[in-house]
């Protein structure tokens, strides 16, 4: 115990709070202090993702012209996934379908799926030797349908501003599912300027498409802000434990993303350098984002048995450089 302090939230802790007004209105929050500078915001009513995130008063994530939206106002037909995609830290994609619109086995799929719009429930938060933990539940569930439940836990260090993030996705039905999931994790400014160098130990890239094969030699490259910047997606190959990192000398602050590719065997890269859309998305997952139908198509659909679950770990370490 800190004799100097009266009560532990004078340092660190967990905040619970709700939105006021606009299209965000009563959303459920926790903002999260480590007391060494790392900040961020837990957006319970959509996934308990994190939707911004600061270090000693610099953003690190891209937070979308729509603002926040509350689930009420998602919209899943074909790429309405847009007009809520706040972004964010990172948004989570999934939990049966990542990317493109598509139909696949008579189910038509939107926009990155749907559990991004989905509340938590059974929420719990406390402190430990170990940090601060959160706990919540996700369910993606239906009648007749899927039967998938998530169950999220942070863990956020108060010796080093670290976070470790576990999800495990249980299949409680009694029919096998497909599984897809990606963490769309992006940056923005003051984090992502013409000044960050991104490092990604890849061994292969490929383009999504013709337009983004142009841009191979220059994939890791920031530029400025860009009227009519059309988008570019990269797939890395990456392979073992591995580590993608951003860091910004102009401010003095990095991030590294640290997983494991036997769990989530893809990675995406996607360069979005437009004026006011300026965004780059570092995605590690266990898909592709072109639409369940083609990743069922190359045989690297991943599915989930009754009663098997599948258990994902990332670490956020965020750095002073």
């Given at each position: ?5 009266g009560?532990?939230?004078?340092t ?107 509340p ?9 030797e ?100 059309e ?8 392979s ?72 994902h ?9």
């Amino acid at each position: 115990m800190n004799k100097y302090v009266g009560h532990e939230q004078q340092t660190y802790g967990v905040d619970e709070l709700r939105l006021v007004g606009g299209k965000g209105d009563g959303m459920r929050m926790l903002c999260v202090r480590n007391g060494r500078g790392l900040e961020f915001w837990v957006s319970l009513d959509r996934c308990a993702d994190i939707s911004r995130l600061t270090l000693k008063g610099d953003n690190f994530g891209y937070f979308a012209p729509c603002g926040y939206v509350s689930p009420q106002y998602y919209d899943d037909k074909g790429a309405g996934f847009l007009k809520s995609f706040t972004a964010g830290f990172f948004t989570t994609c999934g939990l049966t379908a990542v990317g493109s619109p598509c139909t696949d086995a008579g189910e038509d799929l939107p926009l990155h799926g749907t559990i991004s719009n989905t509340p938590a429930e059974s929420v719990g938060h406390w402190v430990a030797e170990d940090g601060i933990h959160i706990k919540a539940i996700i369910r993606d569930a239906a009648i007749f349908g899927r039967q998938l439940v998530m169950e999220r836990e942070y863990i956020v260090s108060l010796d080093k501003n670290e976070i470790t993030l576990t999800d495990t996705v249980k299949n409680i039905g009694s029919s096998e599912s497909p599984l897809e999931v990606l963490y769309h994790c992006n940056m923005g400014y003051p984090l992502l300027s013409e000044k960050a160098v991104i490092d990604i130990p890849s061994i292969d890239v490929a383009p999504r498409n013709e337009h983004a094969k142009e841009g191979i030699p220059t994939c890791l490259v920031c530029e400025v802000p860009q009227s009519g910047y059309e988008e570019m997606c990269f797939y890395h190959k990456l392979s073992g434990k591995t580590q993608v990192s951003i860091k910004n000398p102009e401010i003095g602050k990095g991030l590294t993303i640290a997983y494991d590719t036997a769990e989530l065997p893809y990675f995406t890269q996607w360069k979005m350098m437009g004026e006011y859309e300026y965004v780059m998305g570092l995605e590690p997952g266990n898909c592709l984002p072109d639409g369940r139908n083609v990743m069922r198509e190359k045989g690297i659909l991943e599915f989930l048995a009754p009663g098997a679950s599948k258990t994902h770990h990332l670490q956020f370490i965020f750095t002073e450089v």
